[in-house]
């Protein structure tokens, strides 16, 4: 096995090395970890009737943080959802 510290490789060069039919192992350390595939959560598309105040105010924050009108909707729903959870947990402890 030859010393492959030297020069490193391309993935190119591997695989044309691996393509003229020689051992390529060499080039690989096996000291990877393997990583789960991201899967997006399913979503659902739903319309809500917003007053124009505050769908001004909601323009305002998303404009300050350069995110979109929606990114704020999901945000605010997200941070109210978890402090609801959160006030559950909590009361659940108190009996």
Do not use: H, W
């Amino acid at each position: 096995m030859k010393n492959t510290q030297n020069k490193k490789l391309t993935i190119d060069e591997i695989s044309e090395i691996a393509a003229g039919g020689k051992d390529v192992s060499e080039y690989f350390t096996n000291s990877f970890r393997v990583r789960q595939p991201f899967n997006k959560p399913e979503s659902q598309s739903v319309d809500v009737d917003f007053s124009i105040a505050m769908l001004r105010e909601l323009d305002a924050v998303a404009k300050e943080l350069n995110v979109s009108r929606r990114d704020i909707i999901k945000m605010y729903i997200r941070t109210a959802l978890d402090q609801y959870y959160m006030a559950q947990q909590a009361k659940s402890k108190c009996y």
